[in-house]
């Protein structure tokens, strides 16, 4: 499982060839579509349609989670306090990706940091 934090949302609606040759190489790997927390929305949109117009398209390309269950929240939770860094959605994002999943993320240290008390969580940096 593939789960996109904020700055890897906002890398891939870029439309560039560089970010359409990633997708097709996800896709060919299995990994599409990639998991969004909504969490993760409040970082990467303004709020303003028309200047997030090219990430909501993108966004319909991804499985958005709309609910964060109380005991996803709890290991974030967890993780978040063991780790002493990264935010509560960065928090999120790892915990979605447990077991086995890979974080895609443009700032990997904070969720490197959270994915070292993961189960097997690997975090790639875009």
């Known amino acids: 499982m593939l ?13 560039t060839g560089r970010t359409a040759a990633l997708i097709q190489a996800l896709r060919r790997q299995g ?18 349609g028309s200047r997030d117009a090219a ?3 993108f966004l ?3 499985e958005v989670h709309e609910r964060v269950p109380v005991q996803l ?5 967890s993780l978040r306090f063991r780790a002493r860094h990264g935010s509560a959605v960065d928090a999120i994002v790892t915990a979605s990706a447990e077991p086995g999943g890979t974080v895609l993320t443009g700032d990997s240290e904070d969720l490197r940091a959270l994915a070292g008390y993961a189960y097997d969580v690997t975090v790639e940096q875009i």
């Open 3 to 15: 789960i996109l934090d904020s700055g890897a949302v906002s890398r891939l609606s870029e439309r």
């Open 31 to 48: 990994l599409w579509p990639p998991v969004v927390p909504s969490v993760v929305l409040t970082e990467c949109l303004t709020g303003d």
């Open 55 to 57: 990430t909501l398209r």
């Open 60 to 62: 319909r390309t991804c």
């Open 73 to 77: 929240a709890r290991r974030a939770a």
